[in-house]
């Protein structure tokens, strides 16, 4: 699953805010919010449309280690 760090970098890289990624995953902004902060445990759903959402704009999830040592990552495709 994508973690906090990956959903907040997401973002960064294509310049969304917190509302324009829960628009596009049709989930609640306090859910992003929480998500990111780490204060909840999301549902597998939910992590599923955010990641969706995010890949649809253009961003790609790394796995650790899946490219160069140093944990989970995202890039633009």
């Known amino acids: 699953m994508i973690t906090s760090a990956q959903i907040r970098a997401a973002r960064a890289l294509i310049n969304w805010k917190q509302t324009d990624l829960?628009?596009?995953?049709?989930v609640s902004e306090m859910s992003v919010k929480n998500?990111?902060?780490?204060?909840?445990?999301?549902?597998v759903s939910t992590l599923e449309a955010i990641r969706t959402a995010l890949e649809a704009a253009g961003v790609s999830?790394?796995?650790?280690?899946?490219?160069?040592?140093?944990?989970?990552?995202?890039?633009?495709?």
């Open 22 to 26: 829960s628009k596009a995953a049709g």
């Open 35 to 43: 998500i990111e902060r780490g204060t909840t445990d999301p549902r």
């Open 61 to 77: 999830f790394l796995a650790d280690g899946e490219t160069t040592p140093g944990g989970p990552g995202v890039r633009l495709r």
